[in-house]
């Protein structure tokens, strides 16, 4: 059994940064897709990026290319979401997720493992 741990998040201005941070503890995600995703007041989960095990691969969202970077460092059983030129509309609570089976996909209900949460900010 495996849990997952989110941090970084937090309050910044439009065009500001944040990176955010998912700890795996429990067992070890080196084999599993990865992502992240997010919740604003209101609206259904949506997706974010995510990566392959290897970090080869990586998917985004529209509306955050050029500006989320995902990443991962297995050796530490972290994934990583680099935010940067953050605008108001990203504001929501941000989760991470891990797929026990190949391929990167954005649907919510393939991913079998969540973490916590945490809320990011974006002031205007």
């Known amino acids: 059994q495996g849990q997952l741990v989110e941090s970084g998040g937090g309050l910044v201005q439009a065009g500001g940064s944040l990176r955010l941070s998912c700890t795996a503890s429990?067992?070890?995600?080196?084999?599993?897709?990865m992502g992240w995703f997010r919740q604003a007041p209101g609206k259904e989960r949506e997706f974010v990026a995510a990566?392959?095990?290897?970090?080869?691969?990586?998917y985004y969202r529209d509306s955050v290319k050029g500006r989320f970077t995902i990443s991962r460092d297995n050796a530490k059983n972290t994934m990583y979401l680099q935010m940067n030129s953050l605008k108001p509309e990203d504001t929501a609570v941000y989760y991470c997720?891990?797929?026990?089976?190949?391929?990167?996909?954005?649907?919510?209900?393939?991913?079998?493992?969540w973490g916590q949460g945490t809320q990011v900010t974006v002031s205007s």
């Open positions: 997720a891990a797929r026990d089976r190949p391929g990167i996909t954005a649907r919510v209900n393939e991913y079998v493992y």
């Open positions: 429990g067992r070890t995600f080196g084999g599993y897709v």
């Open positions: 990566i392959s095990w290897i970090g080869g691969t990586t």
